[in-house]
Nanobody, 114 residues
């Protein structure tokens, strides 16, 4: 059974930084691209970043240049470094593989507020 365990969220002021982690069990981690998505209050979940098996990355336009996705295959973990945070980045953040599993983790909440 695949499990995604996200961590690292919290309350941060605008302009601040956070580093999210997601540890995955139950899959051959090296074999999949990994993605981060987020769900803001009242909105649908949206994709924001992908890291491929070879480390290549793709970002949604609103986070490009501010967020960095990376992976550590030895630890079955994908990271999201978030810099220059804005209030509109407030959301619950989730990871998943690609193709996505229907079952998601609990997510980690990020609140950007002064």
């Amino acid at each position: 059974q695949i499990q995604f365990v996200e961590s690292g969220g919290g309350l941060v002021e605008p302009g601040g930084s956070l580093r999210l982690s997601c540890t995955v069990t139950g899959i051959d981690f090296d074999s999949y691209s990994m993605r981060w998505s987020r769900q803001a209050p009242g909105n649908q979940r949206e994709w924001i970043a992908t890291v491929a098996r070879n480390g290549a990355t793709v970002y949604e336009s609103s986070v490009k240049g501010r967020f960095t996705i990376s992976r550590d295959n030895a630890k079955n973990t994908v990271y999201l470094q978030m810099d220059s945070l804005k209030p509109e980045d407030t959301a619950v953040y989730y990871c998943n593989k690609f193709p996505e599993e229907q079952s998601w983790g609990q997510g980690t909440r990020v609140t950007v507020s002064s």
